[in-house]
């Protein structure tokens, strides 16, 4: 069995969503300084930072937090398609059949943004309709290949309040360089936050 | 298949281990106030806070990072071991034939400290003398079930030093309450910081 990491690993230098709070990494103790005898640092970022879910009450005010979520959910068969158009629409995905799937991760151009230490707006998101496509056709979870779903600088947030208004989970600021498009067997845990709002997470993909 | 999630809930309330940085967390949108769409937050916290990962870096200079542990030395067959004695010392692992074994989480009566609001200091460690049976049974991932695997208060970290450099995790902070004693697959994923001297992870088991 093969393990792929398609998670960012995070550092101080990471690219974040324009408005959020950066990443900061403190190192407090270090061994042999001031007496310390172990390394230990203090971490600071946004609930939105690198590889991150977004559980519905990030855009939906009765949606459940993070902590809610059913383990079930993020954990089990996972198919990741690629899309090579500049957006996901109803008309990019109308050669797949998601008739068995409930996750779904869309690989794109963007996981090559990952090499850039500057946010890119111009990267691959979800239409409001092919959001409602894949709603209807039942997906649980969706995962994305940076930093949000959204078209960046969308005036109203469509397709996070549909997929999440449906209660489907997202992933965004997933890595799927070295992922080929197939099924996999998945295992997403994010940090178990207490009623919150998003929260980083470990993504990988067996097979 | 059940699953059982024995990682400890981030809250701002929750106890770290004297010295340690603080948790906090802080809204930062809210939504429908100052014209927020979304809710987003603020973490902030020791990198040993929670249910985490020690890898050997955090006491061992040359040691490995939290980043370049080996996934798959955190995933598969995990026993949970009862341990009633308020310590884990040789006599306490005698009845058991670890032979078999990589991974080897202790449930201990510290797993009701979590109720608590104060950190409490007298918690069931394991000793130096311990830790050396277990390197020495070739286990590689030692669990248990409070914030350190070492005796508060002592004067050099001898347990954290024989598990670490003999390159075996430590995984601190379980929440083993719901779970019997028993062999369980695990798996244990810590959020992937660069060169990270620990890392919050969360851990489930199935059975």
Chains 1, 2 share one sequence.
């Not at 409602?132 to 994305?144: C, D, E, S, T, W």
């Amino acid at each position: 069995m093969k393990i792929y990491d398609v998670t960012v690993p995070i550092s101080k230098d990471m690219v974040v969503y324009p408005g959020d709070p950066p990443i900061t990494i403190q190192r407090k103790q270090t061994i042999g300084k001031n007496g310390a005898q172990c390394n230990l640092s203090r971490y600071s970022f946004g609930s939105h930072s690198g590889t991150h879910i977004d559980p519905p009450f990030h855009f939906i005010e009765n949606g459940i937090t993070v902590d809610k979520i059913p383990l079930e959910l993020l954990l089990g068969r996972a198919r990741v398609v690629e899309i090579t158009a500049a957006c996901i629409d109803e008309a990019a995905l109308e050669e797949f059949d998601f008739t068995p799937d409930a996750r779904v991760l869309f690989k794109t151009r963007n996981s090559y943004l990952w090499s850039q230490h500057k946010f890119v707006e111009d990267f691959v998101y979800i239409t409001p309709g092919a959001a409602r496509v894949l709603v209807n056709n039942g997906i649980k979870v969706v995962g994305i290949d940076y930093l949000s779903v959204e078209k960046f600088g969308a005036e109203e947030p469509e397709t996070h309040k549909i997929l999440l208004g449906a209660g489907t989970i997202i992933i965004e600021g997933l890595d799927l360089r070295e992922v080929e498009p197939a099924d996999y067997d998945m295992v997403c845990l994010p940090w178990n936050i207490k009623d919150g709002d998003g929260a980083p997470a470990r993504d990988i993909l067996k097979q």
